[in-house]
């Protein structure tokens, strides 16, 4: 018998984690945000411990700003699957009226950081999985795969815990909480190829498909709901794009394209000349951006 | 198209190990165009003066660009017509020391730079060091900064003639020197037009083509176990990750430490239902009858494993806080995870010279042979043999941080007489109606063997079952110790002052310090029988770990 595959020992080491985790934390959840990674992490969830299901709840942070389609997506697959699927939004953002238009920066803050925080804190979660790969993003890049964080949620970038062959610390004490990422080693690539390899059901908003958008600061922004408010000057279109990341609707970025299967989403990633992050608004702020949230509590 | 290739680069700060691999992604077109604009970006406000810092690709940290140094070890991500590769480029400072043994434990392959105006450094020797120690087999010295020594091929072959020493010394196979200039490109992925005297590969391309594939000649089948699956009633299967072999429906297995047989009745890999699996592939075996197996358990096949409770392992002491003997931690091995204390530290080695050195504490980034005893019997075996059974880390029970890491080089092959079946120790406790202690008695004063006697009977009327045991010379009291508390008995230990200092394994069931007051006989038996009352307290294994 010869060797694995490269993506057979992606899968292998994602499972080993996934199946650490429940064996050694005492309250695992695994993050679940709708997208493609969320996708991957879920189908090697449900086979790491199959027959049984997966022996810890999934949790969605919603920002109320998701596509339409990724709730009703989200909700679909939970039952399909049959597991549990939690749900938080920072209730107190939503009075205050928090949104992407007029906050910024403070938005990703309240509504997403925040949000998880209080989330964690509520079901007292020691554990928390994460789609996050380190071919993302530069402070990504660093991370371990069991990455601790501080009973703040914080992550101390300067400090992390030596992570040597398999043999991953989960020692938390009290209020502490590791972040745990099965994928860190998949690249975007990867992630393409082994939907196409385990044919694993996506949301549609990775497909191409006539969608009405507006043109602002060189990003295609679908206007998903009467929320968007059209700025002086902007109109909305109706044209052919997918999205290469999802988030909320308002800082996701898409792209212009024809592709409306896999194949053909894969040979445009290939081919790709700028990397997924720069369709998401929030990373181009500042550089050291991501790892200044990431300190701070952010996945 | 050959497989995965995982490779580091390290050496001394400075030797231009970032640079290396940026321009290796550089040139191979294997950026993004908004990456390699922000490089470009970046580059204007940095040290080249405009032109390209190819660095700046991997020190991603604010704190590594502010400082100019790599703090962390990154990984990178890239795929050439031939080959895939995970790169982990690894700091270079000696503070840094346990980043990049991190990268090693992870790699197949090192790329060890060298400044060919420096030569061979204390550093350079360190990460060679610790690269063989963790494993790798494969090592590539790359002779960087040729162009600073006008490509001098004199300068190359002294180099050459410290490596190979080096070499000797860490006894390394399959060790290949290239002379290069990672901010010129001379080498990298190109061949030279200044360096005519070198015939042999580019970098890129002798990782390319390097084949670093095992011989694969029947090994035996082993899989630590991770968790048990038991969706219902109905099924009950062992998941893990087979780390060596493979396994066949109908195949039987010995399982360890309990020692039993079965057969092999279903293997899922994956979600799929399967007639084999191999090395490498997330399994859920269910065997064909009732096994004493749980986390931590390993299931093999042929793979001649043994148990042992006490291990010799060299260990790279990674915590700022210095090691002493005596130290509690919790130990990780494969899936176990049980409390282990470090017992001695035989020697230090030298990173630089490798001599041994007498040390009574360890510092953060030395290494040193120690022995460790463990809480219990776990498998275990030498990291050359059986690489996943000799890989461990230490645990520091306070802060929980990753203090140690080490490799096993010999096990305490003494006890393999240890055995302990389906009537354990908690059967046994149960049984008897009280818990297996160790009291110490040392000879002195009023202490001797009448007193003990007197002491034995009393507990005797107590209903305790006790076992007077003084042991001659030269016995091997640990293991005669151990032996008894698995019958279960409540040990009277008589023993001299230097006998009982030879004695490693104290724990919570060992009472040495009961006689500050001069207690009479009776006294005595009354505080023994209170120590070893019974309590039904279940023992979830979960507490244990």
């Known amino acids: 018998m010869g060797e694995l595959s490269h993506l057979d020992e992606l899968e292998a080491e994602a499972i080993y984690i996934i199946r650490e985790v429940a064996a050694e934390c005492e309250k695992p959840v695994m993050l679940y945000s709708i997208g493609k990674d969320s996708s991957v992490m879920l189908h090697l969830a449900m086979k790491a411990f199959y027959p049984e299901k997966p022996p810890f709840p999934f949790l969605h942070v919603n920002t109320t700003w998701k596509f339409k389609e990724m709730i009703e997506f989200r909700d679909r697959r939970a039952k399909e699957l049959g597991i549990e699927m939690l749900e938080y939004i920072n209730e107190e953002g939503v009075k205050q009226g928090i949104n992407p238009f007029d906050h910024g920066a403070a938005y990703t803050d309240i509504m997403k950081t925040q949000a998880l925080k209080q989330a964690l804190d509520k079901y007292g979660f020691t554990a928390a999985f994460g789609g996050g790969r380190r071919d993302e993003e530069k402070s990504r890049a660093k991370e371990r795969i069991f990455s601790f964080r501080n009973e703040h949620h914080a992550w101390d970038p300067k400090n992390q815990r030596p992570e040597m062959w398999k043999l991953y610390n989960s020692k938390i004490n009290k209020k502490e909480e590791v972040r745990v990422f099965p994928l860190s080693n998949w690249t975007e690539t990867d992630i393409w190829q082994y939907i196409r390899r385990e044919n694993i059901e996506i949301p549609s908003l990775y497909f191409a498909k006539v969608r009405p958008v507006v043109y602002r600061d060189g990003n295609i922004i679908m206007v998903d709901d009467d929320r968007m408010k059209l700025l002086p000057g902007e109109k909305v279109e109706h044209k052919s794009v997918r999205f290469r990341t999802l988030g909320c609707y308002p800082l996701t970025g898409g792209c212009e394209s024809t592709a409306t299967t896999l194949d053909e989403i894969i040979d445009e990633t290939l081919s790709a000349v700028s990397s997924e992050r720069t369709t998401r608004v929030i990373d181009n702020e500042a550089a050291g951006s991501m790892e200044r949230r990431k300190r701070e509590g952010y996945f | ?545």
């Open chain 2, 1 to 545: 198209m050959s497989g995965l290739l995982k490779f580091i680069t390290c050496g001394s700060v400075d030797d231009g190990k970032s640079t290396l691999i940026g321009h290796i992604l550089y040139d191979s077109k294997l950026l993004y165009t908004d990456q390699e604009k922000a490089l470009e970006l970046d580059s204007k406000v940095g040290s080249r003066g405009g032109a390209i810092d190819y660095s700046l690709l991997l020190d991603g940290l604010m704190a590594e660009r502010e400082q100019g140094i790599t703090i962390d070890v990154a990984y990178r991500y890239f795929t050439t017509d031939k080959r895939s590769f995970i790169v982990a480029d690894t700091p270079g400072h000696e503070e840094y020391t346990r980043n990049m043994a991190v990268g090693a434990s992870f790699a197949d392959l090192a790329v060890i730079l060298i400044d060919a105006k420096q030569g061979v450094l204390v550093q350079t020797r360190r990460h060679a060091r610790i690269c063989s120690l963790m494993g790798i087999k494969y090592f590539v010295f790359a002779i960087n900064k040729m162009d600073l020594v006008g490509y001098d091929e004199k300068r190359f072959r002294e180099i050459e003639k410290q490596v190979e020493e080096l070499t000797k010394e860490l006894q390394l196979a399959n060790v290949k020197l290239i002379p290069v200039s990672a901010t010129e490109g001379d080498n990298v992925t190109k061949p030279s037009e200044n360096i005519k005297w070198y015939q042999g590969e580019t970098l890129l391309s002798y990782l390319e083509n390097i084949d670093i594939t095992e011989d694969d000649h029947e090994k035996g089948f082993y899989m630590p176990v991770q968790r048990v699956c038991r969706p219902d009633h109905t099924f009950r299967g062992f998941q893990g990750q087979i780390e060596d072999g493979q396994i066949h429906v109908g195949d039987e297995v010995t399982t360890l430490p309990s020692n039993e047989t079965a057969k092999v009745k279903s293997i899922h890999v994956g979600d799929k239902e399967s007639q084999v699996a191999k090395k490498g592939q997330p399994v859920t075996i269910q065997l064909d009858r009732e096994v004493d197996v749980s986390r931590g358990c390993v299931l093999s096949v042929d793979a001649s494993l043994l148990t042992a409770s006490s291990i010799t392992a060299t260990l790279l002491w990674m915590d700022d806080e210095e090691l002493r003997t005596g130290k509690n931690f919790f130990f990780k091995l494969g899936t176990k995870m049980i409390p282990a204390v470090v017992s001695s530290i035989e020697y230090a080695i030298d990173v630089n010279t490798g001599a041994k050195k007498e040390v009574s504490t360890l510092g953060k980034n030395e290494i040193a042979v120690c022995k460790i005893t463990l809480a219990d019997q776990i498998v275990v075996d030498e990291f050359k043999k059986h690489k996943t059974l000799g890989e461990l880390i230490l645990i520091d029970r306070i802060t929980n941080m990753t203090s140690a890491c080490g490799v096993v080089e010999s096990i305490d092959t003494k006890e393999h007489g240890l055995y302990e079946g389906r009537i354990d120790r908690k059967v046994r406790a149960a049984m008897k109606g009280q818990k297996a202690v160790t009291v110490e008695f040392i000879k002195e004063g009023t202490i001797d063997r009448a007193f003990v006697e007197d002491v034995e009977k009393a507990l005797s009327l107590q209903g305790r079952h006790t076992y007077l045991y003084a042991p001659t010379p030269n016995e091997d009291i640990d293991l005669v110790i151990k032996h008894l508390h698995r019958a279960g008995l409540v040990v009277l230990l008589l023993v001299d002052k230097k006998q009982a200092d030879t004695i490693t394994n104290k724990d919570e069931h060992y009472i040495s310090d009961w006689n500050k007051t001069g207690l009479a006989a009776n006294e005595v038996a009354k505080f023994i029988a209170k120590e070893s009352a019974y309590s039904d307290i279940f023992v979830h294994e979960r507490d244990y770990i």
